[in-house]
């Protein structure tokens, strides 16, 4: 579903064939903590319906991609983002 914005709209089942990820593991933990209400999903006019918007979800998966432009390398290996 598109809105006047351009912006897809998708619902918890939908998200999950795009992104692989289980329903219910979606509810119960990335909404919320990775995603924001308001800038990834919303609830149209105050409902427990949840609409989840694409292109800021497609931002928040291609940012995890990118490397962290400051990182501390760790004695043991690995590195600390900072």
Same mark, same amino acid.
């Given at each position: 579903?598109?809105? =006047?914005?351009? #912006? +897809?709209?998708?619902?918890?089942?939908? &998200? #999950?064939?795009?992104? =692989?990820?289980?329903?219910?593991?979606?509810?119960?933990? &990335? =909404?919320?903590?990775? *995603?924001? +209400?308001?800038? /990834?999903?919303?609830?149209? *006019?105050?409902?427990?319906?949840? &609409? *989840?918007?694409?292109?800021?979800? +497609?931002?928040?998966? @291609?940012? #995890? @991609?990118?490397?962290?432009? /400051?990182?501390?390398? &760790?004695?043991?290996?690995? #590195?600390?983002?900072?």
């Amino acid at each position: 579903m598109l809105n =006047k914005n351009n #912006s +897809e709209f998708l619902t918890c089942e939908e &998200l #999950s064939e795009r992104i =692989k990820y289980d329903p219910r593991y979606i509810r119960e933990h &990335l =909404k919320d903590t990775v *995603f924001i +209400e308001g800038v /990834h999903y919303i609830r149209p *006019f105050g409902r427990r319906k949840i &609409l *989840f918007v694409w292109e800021a979800i +497609e931002q928040e998966i @291609m940012k #995890s @991609m990118q490397p962290a432009t /400051h990182t501390i390398p &760790l004695a043991a290996g690995g #590195s600390v983002h900072g």
